[in-house]
C-alpha cells in the first residue's frame, strides 16, 4: 500500500474486497491500517453468495469505518453491477439507476477493465464472459448517454458527501 500511495502521492483511504467478501475481520483490519471507507457489501440477495437484504441501500457507519454499499434494487434487493449489466436487458440497469437517484441514492457501480476486452477463456464460466469486449463496450456507452445530464463522482466525493451527512 505504501508503495502505490508513494507513486500516486496520496493517502489511499478506501477499499473493496475482492469477491465482496465482506467480513467483521475485516472492518477491524481496515480500522487498524486506518482506511476511512469500506465497500464490500453489496445490500442485495445473491442465492449462493449472501444476503445482505437487511442493510442499508445508503452509506452506514461500522465502527470507524463507512461503509458504502454497492448498489441493489429497492424494493427487491437485486444485485446490480458488471455482471447483471452485462447479461441482462439494459432496461434493467437503466431502471434500478433511475430509481435510487429518484430516492437520493448515489448509485456504486462496480466495472473492471477486462469487461471491456473480449475475454475468450473456455475454462471461465459463461456468465462471466458473456458480453465483453465490444459488446460490453456497445451497451454501456447507450448506458452512459442515458445518464448523460447526471453527475458521476468518484468513491472519494460519495465519502466526503456521506462523511458531512452521518
Not at 480500522?31 to 452509506?59: C, Q, T, V
Not at 465490444?134 to 472519494?156: A, P, S, Y
Request: proline share 4%; net charge positive.
Amino acid at each position: 500500500m505504501k508503495i502505490i500511495e508513494k507513486i500516486i502521492g496520496k493517502k489511499i483511504i478506501g477499499f473493496r474486497a475482492p469477491q465482496m467478501q465482506f467480513s467483521a475481520e475485516l472492518i477491524k483490519n481496515l480500522e487498524r491500517l486506518e482506511f476511512k471507507y469500506d465497500s464490500s457489501i453489496h445490500s442485495a440477495w445473491l442465492p449462493g453468495f449472501y444476503d445482505n437484504r437487511d442493510k442499508p441501500l445508503n452509506s452506514f457507519k461500522i465502527g470507524k469505518i463507512l461503509e458504502i454499499p454497492a448498489s441493489a434494487s429497492h424494493k427487491l434487493r437485486l444485485p446490480f453491477s458488471w455482471i447483471f449489466m452485462r447479461n441482462l436487458p439494459l432496461k434493467y440497469s437503466i431502471d434500478i439507476v433511475r430509481k435510487l437517484l429518484k430516492r437520493g441514492i448515489v448509485p456504486v457501480i462496480y466495472l473492471h477493465s477486462w469487461e471491456f476486452y473480449q475475454v475468450k477463456n473456455k475454462s471461465v464460466a459463461g456468465y462471466i464472459t458473456r458480453n465483453t469486449g465490444d459488446n460490453f463496450c456497445r451497451k454501456f456507452d447507450m448506458f452512459l448517454k442515458e445518464f448523460k445530464n447526471e453527475r458521476f463522482v468518484t468513491m472519494g466525493e460519495i465519502y466526503e458527501k456521506s462523511k458531512a451527512a452521518l
